[in-house]
């Protein structure tokens, strides 16, 4: 493997950081999505709507305390600014979170592009360096040509390994986002709903007529 890589010339070194560079972000991506889906709470999400309903703020106050799943922080974010702009307030949190979960998903789609474009660079170099020795050594030693264009391929070859390695996490970890974008515009329609309702009824206290504010 080293003698395949030292074959390939100087520019396997910026191809070997590439790979590095990737691995080190698929493993990121894969450890925070591990946390990010062990911190899902579904039923506290639907508990948070149906106090919602009664609007009783501080039931929700004190489920959601300790609480770090993102559909819960959205939501909460959204009721404390109710009296403000819930929709808007849950759209910022949206954002902040969704942003969280595209993290370094700009380097995987740079080194899917960039790594065959190296591949074919070290390519291009090799070969001019096989012409040249066919030059110094000429047409009566040809296996030079084709020893030297044979290293230079490798290049391209490391190149294509590294993107298409890097394709399926990369399309994953965009799959494993757009649900998420999914699942909070679910959730935060869902909450709209019930604040219209809120308001349509005049209601905007518990069903006991204690007022309570949320914190």
């Known amino acids: 493997m080293w003698q395949i ?9 910026p191809l070997l950081a590439c790979s590095v560079l990737v691995l080190a972000v698929i493993i990121e991506r894969a450890f925070f999505w591990m946390q990010l889906s062990a911190r899902r709470n579904p039923r506290l999400v639907d508990e948070i709507l149906e106090l919602s309903r009664r609007a009783d703020w501080e039931a929700i106050r004190q489920r959601v305390a300790g609480s770090k799943d993102y559909i819960v922080k959205i939501l909460v974010t959204g009721i404390v600014h109710r009296e403000f702009s819930l929709a ?21 789609d740079t080194m899917i592009t960039v790594a065959p474009l190296l591949g074919i660079f070290g390519t291009v170099l090799g070969i001019i360096s096989s012409f040249e020795m066919l030059g110094t050594a000429g047409i009566e030693h040809p296996e030079t040509v084709t020893s030297g264009i044979a290293q230079a391929l490798i290049t391209t070859a490391a190149g294509l390994g590294i993107a298409i390695l890097t394709v399926f996490p990369f399309n994953y970890f965009n799959a494993r986002v757009e649900a998420a974008a999914l699942t909070i515009e679910k959730y935060a329609t869902s909450l709209e709903v019930v604040f219209e309702r809120l308001d349509g009824v005049g209601c905007g206290t518990p069903a006991d007529g204690s007022h309570e504010t949320a914190s």
């Open 88 to 108: 808007k307030a849950m759209e910022s949190a949206a954002m902040e979170e969704i942003e969280g979960m595209r993290r370094f998903m700009r380097v995987m």
């Open 5 to 13: 890589f030292v074959s390939g010339g100087p520019v396997m070194y």
